[in-house]
């Protein structure tokens, strides 16, 4: 119990620690993917099961500290039926490896998400995720999770024309 209450300190006073206590930690990587679920997630107008691979990189300084890291997002979607307006059920797997003042910190956070179109325009996607973080270096383990609702709505946008 002193542990636990001992970590619940940290995430509330340390601008380094990982699970909640700075820009790249775990939570901050659970929204940031709740929003690329609603909002980037999917074609919505696809037919096509989708996989997805990239790498992002990002550095920050917060309370006298300074860090980086990398995170590589697996994506799968699988298209529900050809006639559904685009209904796509998606599975994402990032992994991040992040250096903090020279420590390290490695965390994983699997999350399901069902993108359901609402009309042509909206389409709202509810999720659900489990992140995982662990450092060594700073005595830290934590895990949270995560149930969000996002949507999406496509405006149109009128050409623009050069002269």
Not at 26 to 53: C, M, P, T, W, Y
Not at 141 to 161: K, R, W
Request: proline share 6%; aromatic share 6%; charged share 15%.
């Amino acid at each position: 119990d002193v542990l636990n209450q001992i970590q619940r300190e940290l995430a509330r006073v340390s601008p380094v620690d990982p699970v909640a206590g700075n820009p790249d930690s775990l939570q901050s990587h659970l929204v940031k993917g709740a929003f690329s679920d609603g909002a980037f997630g999917v074609d919505r107008h696809s037919s096509e099961n989708l996989i997805g691979l990239s790498a992002s990189g990002s550095m920050f300084e917060t309370g006298g500290f300074s860090g980086r890291s990398v995170t590589i997002p697996l994506r799968y979607a699988i298209a529900l039926g050809q006639d559904n307006l685009g209904m796509k059920l998606s599975f994402r797997l990032p992994l991040t490896y992040s250096e903090v003042e020279g420590g390290e910190v490695v965390n994983v956070a699997p999350t399901v998400a069902l993108t359901i179109p609402v009309n042509e325009r909206l389409a709202l996607t509810p999720a659900a995720g489990y992140g995982l973080v662990a450092s060594e270096d700073a005595a830290s383990v934590g895990q949270i999770v995560s149930a969000t609702l996002a949507s999406s709505y496509v405006l149109d946008v009128p050409a623009l024309e050069s002269s």
